[in-house]
């Protein structure tokens, strides 16, 4: 034990401690209650503690059906105010549902399919009590254009729409799978950053393609980047057509200012809700009286009436087309459903209830494979939307079934009101819904609050709008992980300091009071000590005993005879970091200095005890806390002579 | 500021210290703090600082050329050892590389041209002085079969060679790009544990290639998995050699009985050094004696006379093969890489002198380009050819140029002896080697330590032997990056309490003896607080609190009014996380509880303050220590009144 009984007699902090190893686990217990961690943080098997079977039973059907949970509760109270928004949200659900399947290049009337079926299984299956299902434009866009690099639409129309139907069924699975497997998590990949930047380029790039329907352009780019819808657009100058251009933005600056007033004053959201209907009517109104069709107006033309026909019989699960089917699926089933987890979580935060993000995605899930056996295209939760359902004041998810019912009757009897529907007040719509995505303000705060976080924004935000969409995600992923990767790659080393009349230790950089102890230097890590770490801790362990020396030479203190890791901040330690402690300690003893652990975590004692890396460096040298540890080191200065082991030269050939 | 002048007064720290907000940096200057520990973490501009000019061109140009700075000070004794040391290696490297080039499916001259030139580049550029520069097997393996995927060696033997010279070149420019780039730590992402299992999986697949040389196949399968491997061997039985198979077991327990007792007597390292070549003499002798080779004995055959070709103008620049060169030559480049990396900086470890990693890499990237002008083949710095130069006394890299001289006269003058070499005693050579990289001894500490690192470990192992070589390096690099991404989205939090008889608060699963606070709840987080990880956070803090609650109820303690975050170990946090926080603060305080935090970092105060976050929880609630917090929540349970607030009402429909 070499210097063991010259342990430093403790005097601050009561009796002296010393720093414990974990009692052993089995492996097992550990295994278990890390898979634990993992995929079930929340513990959604709590409630069925020390219940009989047959409650037991009842609660696991309500975990897949948490309808049954409230409906026997439901009053004739809720009913008011859920028929009130259903109304509210089905006015605003059948523009914008035609015209988001403009935008994935699929027959307007998918739009109102799709906000028939899903809402139903919704309205079952679903914990939110204020998310709105229904289409959105930034997942109808990836559609068309993932789909649109393997099928052209115009071409071969009913292989695209089959496509379609395939990319929402494998767009359920993933999603259900995801919800199933307890996976929730990788959508949390998705940064806020990433997804401000993301939506606002999505947004962008969704109005420039309403470009075409407001000039009234017959061809146009399939591209979706910047500099191709530009080309497109300004290459046929002479293909504009000014009555378009007159009505669609003056729809436009309508839907803006209703938008606006509404903001201002939230008790009249529903001016804005009904904005996109009153557009719609109108524009066939104005259509239908002026015959403006005939005048380079374009309008919707024939709906078929009637409801959701079966397509299960349509799935494409054959190759050469599976692959692109299964990669859109997945692609455009990730980013709905991180909306749709958001917007549910967001209004749960307003309401104070709970809601549970891997049985929201089976039922996200359940909603698109049901979606896709009855042509619909892929739905999730909408932000617009659900907002609106809130405002309005919704109880339960039986205002989808209200929306439902209300487009259910819009498709039997009303399509061919329809027929003489403006393309251009489409437009109108999508950008005006499109404009509310670009969060410049959030952006700005992400500037203010997080540099790297704007990077992330931006760069997918510029990525999206001048490459595409998907390389604009990837790449806003790949960046968000760098940064974790680069937190753990470059973690933080301190310097610790004492703060005057106490005996605590922090960080000299943010505490400027705070003073060296002479002939001690005392680090902070602030990661874990992993493999991608250990090489850079050890250089920079180095980099900071040698600027010590430096400092002290030039200033003639006392030589530096201890060095203190201080260990609080490192979580864990892998045995490439193991390895690094055992290099650290023997760089510091041939230079004559003495290495002093503080405080290191149960994982890390465990480590350290097991690779025997404890008995060299001795227990004796591993304190409780920073305080304890100086203590000692002055005990030692005081009582004992300098170590005698150390070597003051530096040359690099002396060894030889 | 509401209880803020009921702050407690401090007993036990002295005067109470505030946690402060570091002082602002303006931008550009952290922006360049955090290039610099990215990109020169070991300051290799150090020695350049307050030099006048002529001392920096020196010292730059030492840079670059190590030898410059050793050169000067070089003596006879220095010299006499690197001769030793030199012609020790070289009798390794000759029968090694002739082996080697072989199992890479190109002329077994090439090996020895790949002795010459690279290790005299590497004595000028090199800064390690143990390193013996050569071909190695497991680089040999991948070239053969990345390479044998594109282009078939039998057919094509002068196009494959070409492609080789150009994946060399690659590997160079990748090299010397890592290390001009100062991207070197890239190579740190090949953990210890990986290297560990793909070194004793690639081991296994080059032994079992072996069974060709040692049964005398002449057919053989390209695929390098043990499956196809064993077919192969088994299908053919009616073919096996016994003259050869008895000539190969003979040398191969011949070389494990020299290896084995080498080991137990260092000093006899030479036994084990010369046994290779011995084996190669004693066979050719065998073989021209017996005449054996026409009795189904394969050997070597006519070996070229003669200095390396120039081979700059083979270089296939062009495309349709130039992807598959670039992407041989950087996998292979990185793996050889890791090893003479890896073996250079233990080696320095030993002898206690600086190894430059990034400068390592100019130097090894330099000698492949050069290699590739000169008809080499990839080469780097293997462990066993260093290690017995190591122990042969090598002082520095002159022990390089000795090796090299001497394959120069084998080259000019003693290649027709290899003509009756049997290939069955390259295969004993070439097992015996690898049989050294089962280091079933680490494996063994990895599951002793660590058992993650074991799993990473053990799937290289398999996938490399079942799959390939590169599925396996992929996969573990992977499940390496996979727990550094879990470590952030499953951060630990851990319940503290107060050791008995001081102030220090520790977890209680750690220290056994930590008792709880009464009505308080004190959790550390032990990760950053970043997108990954925010929603597990806030669900598992309501967990935690949660499970406080029932245990609280079922025991009839003190209700909970407190809970404490300390954020010591929380080294930052981006938007996501000033987010959650936000939403924990709301969750706490609408159960009616109160929100404390202790000892944020630098940088998090700094984003909680920019955020606004500060003053929502209240500067009167961040305190600097655990104990602090305590004291004054102690005191306000004391002083006050159960906070009126707390609503115990936890029915999930009581907000509706």
Chains 1, 2 share one sequence.
Not at 274 to 303: F, R
């Amino acid at each position: 034990m070499g210097n063991a009984d010259l342990v430093y007699p403790s005097e601050n902090e009561g009796i002296s401690h010393r720093v414990e190893i974990p009692p052993p686990q089995p492996f097992i217990k550990t295994f278990q209650y890390s898979l634990k961690e993992t995929f079930f943080p929340d513990d959604p098997l709590r409630q069925f503690k020390n219940q009989p079977a047959s409650r037991k039973f009842i609660l696991g059907l309500q975990y897949f059906l948490p309808f049954l949970e409230w409906a026997p509760r439901y009053t004739l109270q809720f009913f008011k105010a859920d028929l009130i928004a259903g109304i509210t949200i089905a006015s605003l659900a059948i523009p914008q549902g035609i015209s988001y399947a403009k935008l994935a290049n699929l027959p307007p009337i998918l739009g109102l399919y799709s906000s028939f079926v899903p809402p139903l299984v919704y309205a079952m299956m679903g914990s939110s009590r204020d998310l709105a299902v229904g289409t959105v434009a930034v997942a109808s866009l990836l559609t068309a254009s993932m789909l649109g690099n393997e099928v052209n639409a115009a071409e071969n129309p009913s292989l695209y729409l089959h496509l379609a139907f395939t990319a929402t069924f494998f767009a359920g699975v993933f999603e259900a799978a995801l919800g199933l497997l307890r996976l929730g998590f990788i959508v949390d990949f998705l940064s806020h950053a990433t997804i401000v930047g993301f939506m606002a380029g999505a947004a962008t790039v969704v109005c420039l393609q309403q470009l075409k329907g407001i000039l009234g352009l017959d061809h146009f780019t399939h591209g979706t980047d910047v500099v191709s819808v530009m080309r497109s657009v300004f290459s046929q100058t002479h293909e504009w057509r000014w009555e378009s251009g007159v009505l669609g933005c003056g729809f436009l600056f309508f839907l803006l200012i209703t938008r606006h007033f509404s903001k201002k004053r939230p008790r009249f959201f529903w001016i804005s809700a009904m904005a996109p209907l009153t557009s719609v009517i109108l524009g066939s109104l104005l259509v239908y009286l002026t015959h403006a069709e005939k005048h380079g107006v374009q309008v919707i033309g024939n709906l078929k009436k009637g409801l959701n026909p079966l397509s299960i019989t349509d799935l494409v699960l054959v190759p050469p087309h599976l692959t692109t089917a299964i990669k859109t699926g997945i692609v455009t089933g990730v980013i709905a459903l991180a909306e749709g987890i958001a917007v549910g979580r967001s209004f749960s935060m307003f309401k104070n209830y709970h809601i549970d993000g891997n049985k929201e995605m089976i039922a996200f899930g359940t909603m698109n494979i049901v979606g896709s056996f009855t042509s619909c295209y892929l739905t999730t939760g909408p932000f617009s939307r659900s907002a609106v359902n809130y405002n309005a004041g919704c109880k339960t998810a039986v205002s989808n079934i209200v929306m439902a019912i209300a487009v259910m009757f819009t498709l039997l009897f009303l399509t061919p009101l329809f027929h003489y529907t403006p393309l251009v007040v489409l437009s109108a719509i999508i950008i005006s819904a499109m404009l509310g995505l670009i969060d410049y303000e959030a952006a700005m705060h992400l500037w203010k609050v997080d540099k790297f976080d704007f990077v992330v924004c931006m760069s997918a935000y510029v990525s999206v709008v001048f490459g595409s969409v998907e390389i604009g995600l990837v790449l806003a992923v790949a960046i968000s992980l760098l940064r974790v990767l680069l937190f753990v790659a470059r973690p933080r080393t301190f310097i610790l300091g004492n703060l005057p009349n106490s005996n605590v230790y922090r960080n000299v950089e943010q505490y400027q009071k705070a003073s060296s102890v002479p002939g001690v230097l005392i680090l902070e890590i602030d990661a874990p000590i992993y493999f991608a770490n250990s090489n850079y801790l050890r250089e920079r362990i180095t980099r900071w005993i040698d600027d010590e020396e430096d400092r002290i030479k030039s200033s003639g203190e006392t030589t530096l005879q201890y060095v203190i890791l201080d260990m609080t901040a490192v979580g864990n330690i892998d045995t490439s970091g193991i390895s690094m402690m055992d290099e650290v300690k023997k760089i510091i003893e041939r230079r004559g200095l003495q290495l002093v652990l503080v405080n290191p975590g149960g994982e890390v004692m465990k480590k350290l005890n097991k690779s025997d890396l404890i008995e060299k460096i001795g227990q004796q040298w591993i304190y409780l806390t920073v305080a304890e540890a100086v203590g000692a080191c002055n005990f030692m200065l005081q009582t004992c002579k300098p170590n005698p082991a150390k070597d003051e030269s530096t040359g690099t050939w002396n060894n030889v």
